[in-house]
């Protein structure tokens, strides 16, 4: 049987992006050789601060041009504060997801046998958020009046669009069904009158649809205290592009940190590539370190195979690091003192132990 063959983009970016990418492709490699009956072709592109210095962007006008021909882009993290500001760092990140109509971000958030949660009783967690990842809040429509002056001002609009809102609520409606069947949107149409009350009225009209799944609603407040007072309800939770971001990284700390919280920014109509990197930054706290988790990394990556529809090799890398945590093997994050590369090791090595 011939190989199947997938082009890879791997856009490293910043800080420890470039770490915890580097680390995930011998995980890829480990597994690709263990499973076998597909390749995975590199190409990288190494966009971000350096070379923002040597040409004055952080990522070429053409980008988008240049990463569409591949399967799927892999992605470290980007953002450099202390040398340039994160809104320019950021751009190509989120003009990809905008222009490859990445519309749906999807975050899981399960609690791993043997991680402990910074929460008390967490119960059993197991939720997926679905961030709209393509308009909302992030639409950058805007402007600023004098912004220096003590009279100036800034405006920023959100925009909502009714085939946004449907779109990512089906999604949503999908997935539950493939799981628990219950569907929490996030909302705040108590105060946001016309965005959120549009997100409203499109949830009201499609649960008809959806008899199977039980779906509601709740504000974004009252959702941040339920997700630490009681996370075991939550299933799929939908949610805008902004409250979406804030959301998964409450998710990511009560199952145990940024530094196992994986994202997947996905096109579901495939009429572009989709993009997998953990849902955590370039953590300039711990740059240099060599000591930055690299298993959320890993399990994007994993969310990246099962996209390319390698479900056994997307397997094989979740049980790795179900018993790599299981059997105890932690970074500082997690209360261990392993690095990096002694982490991804302990994932290779069970990938190669495998049955
Ligand atoms: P961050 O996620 O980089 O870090 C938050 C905290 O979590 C830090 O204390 C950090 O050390 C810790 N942390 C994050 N990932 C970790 C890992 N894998 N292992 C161990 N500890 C980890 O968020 P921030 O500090 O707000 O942002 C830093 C930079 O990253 C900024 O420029 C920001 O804009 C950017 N950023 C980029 C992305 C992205 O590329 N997708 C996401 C978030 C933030
Ligand atoms: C994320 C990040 C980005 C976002 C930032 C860095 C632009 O926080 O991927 O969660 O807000 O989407
Ligand atoms: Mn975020």
Same mark, same amino acid.
């Given at each position: 049987?011939?190989?199947?063959?997938?082009?890879?983009? *791997?856009?490293?970016?910043?800080?420890?992006?470039?770490?915890? *990418?580097?680390?995930? +492709?011998?995980?890829?490699?480990?597994?690709? #050789?263990?499973?076998?009956?597909?390749?995975?072709?590199? $190409?990288?592109?190494?966009? /971000?601060?350096?070379?923002?210095?040597?040409?004055?962007?952080?990522?070429?006008?053409?980008?988008?041009?240049?990463? &569409?021909?591949?399967?799927?882009?892999?992605?470290?993290?980007?953002?450099?504060?202390?040398?340039?500001?994160?809104?320019?760092?950021?751009?190509?990140?989120?003009?990809?997801?905008?222009?490859?109509?990445?519309?749906?971000?999807?975050?899981?958030?399960?609690?791993?046998? /043997?991680?402990?949660?910074?929460?008390?009783?967490?119960?059993?967690?197991?939720?997926?958020?679905?961030?709209?990842?393509?308009?909302?809040?992030?639409?950058?429509?805007?402007?600023?009046?004098?912004?220096?002056?003590?009279?100036?001002? =800034?405006? #920023?609009?959100? +925009?909502?669009? !009714?085939?946004?809102?449907?779109?990512?609520?089906?999604?949503?409606?999908?997935?539950?069904?493939? !799981?628990?069947? $219950?569907?929490?949107?996030?909302?705040?149409?108590?105060?946001?009158?016309?965005?959120?009350?549009?997100?409203?009225?499109?949830?009201?009209?499609?649960?008809?649809?959806?008899?199977?799944?039980?779906?509601?609603?709740?504000?974004?407040?009252? %959702?941040?205290?339920?997700?630490? !007072?009681?996370?075991?309800?939550?299933?799929?939770?939908?949610?805008?592009? *902004?409250?979406?971001?804030?959301?998964?990284?409450? @998710?990511? %700390?009560?199952?145990?940190?940024?530094?196992?919280?994986?994202?997947?920014?996905?096109?579901?109509?495939?009429?572009?590539?989709?993009?997998?990197?953990? +849902?955590?930054?370039?953590?300039?706290?711990?740059? /240099?370190?060599?000591? =930055?988790?690299?298993?959320?990394?890993?399990?994007?990556?994993?969310?990246?195979?099962?996209? *390319?529809?390698?479900?056994? @090799? %997307?397997?094989?890398? !979740?049980?790795?690091?179900?018993?790599?945590?299981?059997?105890?093997? &932690?970074?500082?994050?997690?209360?261990?003192?392993?690095?990096?590369?002694?982490?991804?090791?302990? +994932?290779?090595? #069970?990938?190669?132990? #495998?049955?």
């Amino acid at each position: 049987m011939s190989k199947k063959t997938y082009r890879i983009a *791997l856009y490293p970016g910043d800080g420890i992006g470039i770490d915890v *990418l580097n680390e995930t +492709v011998r995980v890829l490699e480990a597994v690709q #050789q263990r499973v076998g009956g597909f390749e995975l072709q590199y $190409t990288r592109f190494d966009w /971000g601060a350096d070379y923002h210095a040597a040409h004055g962007k952080t990522a070429p006008d053409d980008m988008l041009d240049q990463l &569409r021909p591949f399967d799927a882009i892999y992605l470290g993290a980007l953002g450099d504060p202390k040398r340039l500001p994160d809104h320019i760092t950021l751009e190509p990140l989120i003009r990809m997801r905008q222009g490859f109509d990445q519309y749906a971000c999807v975050r899981p958030a399960r609690l791993w046998p /043997g991680v402990r949660s910074p929460l008390a009783n967490p119960g059993e967690v197991d939720m997926i958020v679905i961030r709209e990842n393509s308009e909302g809040e992030y639409f950058s429509c805007g402007g600023s009046f004098k912004p220096a002056q003590p009279d100036g001002l =800034a405006v #920023q609009t959100a +925009v909502h669009t !009714r085939k946004g809102v449907e779109r990512i609520l089906r999604f949503g409606f999908d997935l539950a069904r493939t !799981r628990r069947k $219950t569907l929490t949107m996030i909302t705040k149409s108590n105060a946001l009158k016309f965005g959120m009350v549009l997100w409203d009225e499109v949830l009201e009209e499609l649960t008809p649809e959806y008899p199977d799944v039980r779906a509601d609603k709740m504000h974004v407040d009252a %959702a941040s205290m339920d997700f630490v !007072r009681r996370p075991s309800r939550f299933d799929v939770v939908v949610a805008s592009n *902004l409250f979406g971001d804030i959301l998964t990284d409450l @998710a990511g %700390a009560i199952v145990g940190g940024l530094g196992l919280a994986a994202s997947a920014n996905i096109n579901p109509q495939r009429t572009a590539p989709s993009m997998f990197e953990p +849902v955590h930054g370039s953590a300039p706290d711990i740059i /240099g370190k060599g000591i =930055a988790n690299p298993v959320a990394a890993i399990i994007s990556a994993a969310m990246m195979l099962d996209w *390319l529809n390698l479900p056994a @090799a %997307a397997s094989a890398i !979740r049980a790795a690091v179900e018993e790599t945590l299981r059997k105890g093997f &932690r970074t500082p994050d997690l209360g261990g003192t392993l690095r990096t590369q002694q982490m991804a090791d302990a +994932v290779i090595e #069970q990938i190669r132990g #495998q049955a």
